[in-house]
């Protein structure tokens, strides 16, 4: 069986396609992600704009093109909080239905992270005792609190790094004292916003997916290609993260997109990504945090190989 999933993310459109001979493992056939920043402006208009809709449509009808020459039998696309956020994303989910012949799944927060629990599973394992992930988004940030493998809380929050790049433009190295701030205010919201639950866990091992994460683990491993295998696991510490910001602060934007493994498009997001990963170590009272390369695509895709089993 051969399937396929597009994960219609606010700043990423992601595409896996994979053949699972015997449930519940695969091989990936094709996979590539195109940032389209499908949530840009969309804090100050309320409203999806014509040109990052445009992006974000030619790329998931690339992947549904790539998908049928894949031959797969099945293929699910999933919007997350940029489309649920818009008062004409489902508007924009019916139009991408129509063009592609695959409805849009418009996921809430709370499946959101729960699929993104699921496909961290599915690649680490989650081990005993009390875990938080989280993943850094676009749009939104999700946290997820599991006790012995088992999802317990999740939710997720209006904090995306996209939103914060337009708080804090700068086309320069940081002016000095510009990432505390930024710090300080998302460790603020970490307070008021975060479940006590999770706020309170001290868990034992947290762990990190998506772009920011994935990106920061490529750099301190100094890959001058990104290497799936070699950054899922990895442990990031804060001595790690200092140094990696250390580095980013002195370039500019342009400069920074020049770095392996820092694709163009995430180079002006890198630092408040970063800054939500060390707000969310102070948070938690945590040193590090384990990355992980599989997210929400292995979520949806486990899902998928469930239900056809």
Known sequence: MRLATIDLGSNTV????????????????DQDQTVTRLVEGLTHRGVLGEG????????VEAYVERSRRAR????????????????N?????????RATGYAVDIVSGQEEARLTLRGIAAGLGLPTGTVVAFDIGGGS????????????????????????????????????????????GIRDRLEAELPAAIRLARPATLIGTAGTATTLAALDLGLIRYDASRVQGHVLGRG????SLARLARLTVEERGALPCLEPGRADLIIPGTAIVMATLDCLGLEAMQVSDWGIREGII????????
Request: net charge negative; proline share 6%; charged share 15%.
């Open 14 to 29: 992601r595409f896996l396609a994979v053949e699972a001979p015997a449930a519940p493992t695969w091989r990936v056939i």
């Open 52 to 59: 990052p809709m445009a992006r974000t449509q030619r790329a």
């Open 72 to 87: 797969v039998e099945a293929v699910r696309i999933v919007a997350t909080s940029a489309v649920r956020q818009a008062t």
């Open 89 to 97: 994303g489902a508007d924009f989910a019916m139009a991408i239905g």
């Open 141 to 184: 940030t999700e946290y997820i609190l599991a006790v012995d493998g088992v999802l317990r809380v999740a939710v997720s929050l209006s904090l995306g790094v996209v939103p914060l790049a337009e708080q804090w433009p700068g086309a320069g190295p940081l002016e000095e004292g510009q990432f505390q701030t930024m710090c300080a």
């Open 240 to 243: 790690a993260l200092n140094a």
């Open 302 to 309: 486990a899902d998928m190989l469930e239900g056809a089993s």
